[in-house]
C-alpha cells in the first residue's frame, strides 16, 4: 500500500536523546472526581527522584502545545470511518491557537508524514483530504514516528493517536515506544475507536492480539502522564479529540533541580504526589538524567 499525502515518505528522523540533570520538568494533569484541579502551588506537590524527596521550584501552567497527532489509516479504516477522522482531526487543528506547533502522522502497513511540523493549519486540512485507506497496520512504527516528529523542541508535548488497536505489521517492540516517549517527555492519549471488546453483536470484536495492544497502549498511556479513551465511529470523535487538547491545557509544569540523587546515571523513577484528599496526579514515571 502506498499512502496518497501530500508530503509523504517513511519517516527516517532519528531521535535525539536530552539529559536533563540540571533542571527536571514534568508537565502533571491534578483532578478530583475526573474534573480538573486549579489554583494549586509548588507547596501543593510532592516529588521524589528515585525516591528522594525534592523541592519544586516552580509551578507554572500549559502556555503553547506541541500537538503531535498520529492517525491508523490501513485497511479497517475505509470509507465512513477514515472521513470520520479527518473531520475529527480538522476540527482540532482549528483549537490551535497561536504559539502551538503542530505535526501529522499517518500509519498502515507504511509510515508517512501529512503535515510536517511548521505546515499552516490549512495546508494540514488539505493534506488530510488526500489520505488514502488500505493495507496492514503498523501501530507501534506509526506511534513512535509520531513521538519524533512532534517533538520540536522544549516544552509541553501532546499526542493523540487514534486506532481500532489492530497491530500486524510493526517492527519495533513496544518497550522501544514507552522508552522513546519517556526520552521526549511526551504526553501519550491513546483513542481506541469503534471495534467491541467484548462481541457485541453487529460490531467487530476484537481478538486476544488485539486486546495485548491495547493493554500495551494503556501502559504507555500511564507511563507518559496520559489516559487511554475509548471513542465510537461518529462525530463525537472530533468531541472527544478537542477535550483531550483542553485537558492538556489545565495541566502544571513542575520545575526541580535534583537533590539527593546522582546525575549522569541513567534512568531515575519519578514520583508526583498532590496534597489534597481524594486528587489523583498523572504524570510521567521516570526522565533520563543521562550517562557519565
Known amino acids: ?14 531521535p535525539v536523546f536530552r539529559a536533563r540533570t540540571e533542571l527536571v520538568r514534568i508537565d502533571a494533569l491534578v483532578t478530583d472526581d475526573g474534573a480538573p484541579v486549579t489554583g494549586l502551588t509548588a507547596s501543593d506537590f510532592e516529588v521524589r527522584d528515585n525516591g528522594a524527596r525534592q523541592r519544586v521550584t516552580a509551578v ?63 495546508d494540514a486540512q488539505t493534506a488530510l483530504e488526500l489520505i488514502r ?18 517533538d520540536q523542541g522544549p516544552g509541553p508535548k501532546l499526542l493523540v493517536l487514534m486506532t481500532d488497536g489492530r497491530n500486524n505489521s510493526s517492527w519495533l517492540p513496544g518497550t522501544s515506544v514507552i522508552d522513546s516517549a519517556r526520552r521526549h517527555e511526551t504526553v501519550i492519549y491513546p483513542v481506541f475507536v469503534g471495534a467491541d471488546r467484548g462481541g457485541t453483536t453487529g460490531v467487530t470484536p476484537l481478538r486476544r492480539r488485539d486486546n495485548d495492544n491495547l493493554a500495551l497502549l494503556q501502559v504507555i498511556a500511564e507511563q507518559t502522564g496520559g489516559r487511554q479513551i475509548d471513542a465510537q465511529w461518529n462525530s463525537t470523535l472530533g468531541t472527544v479529540f478537542q477535550q483531550i487538547l483542553r485537558e492538556y491545557r489545565q495541566r502544571y509544569i513542575l520545575t526541580f533541580t535534583p537533590e539527593g540523587v546522582q546525575t549522569g546515571d541513567g534512568w531515575h523513577t519519578l514520583q508526583v504526589k498532590v496534597k489534597r484528599r481524594g486528587a489523583m496526579v498523572r504524570a510521567r514515571t521516570r526522565y533520563w538524567a543521562g550517562r557519565p
Open 1 to 14: 500500500m502506498v499512502l496518497s499525502i501530500a508530503v509523504g515518505g517513511t519517516v527516517a528522523q532519528q
Open 60 to 122: 507554572g501552567a500549559v502556555e503553547a502545545v506541541q500537538l503531535g497527532v498520529v492517525l491508523d489509516v490501513s485497511g479497517s479504516m475505509t470509507g465512513e470511518r477514515l472521513e470520520i477522522a479527518r473531520a475529527a482531526t480538522s476540527d482540532l487543528l482549528d483549537q490551535l491557537t497561536r504559539g502551538d506547533r503542530f505535526a501529522i502522522v499517518a500509519f498502515a502497513d507504511q509510515i508517512a508524514r501529512v503535515a510536517a511540523p511548521g505546515a499552516s493549519v490549512a
Open 133 to 150: 485507506a488500505g493495507g496492514g497496520t503498523a501501530l507501534v512504527d506509526g506511534l513512535y514516528a509520531g513521538i519524533l516528529q512532534s
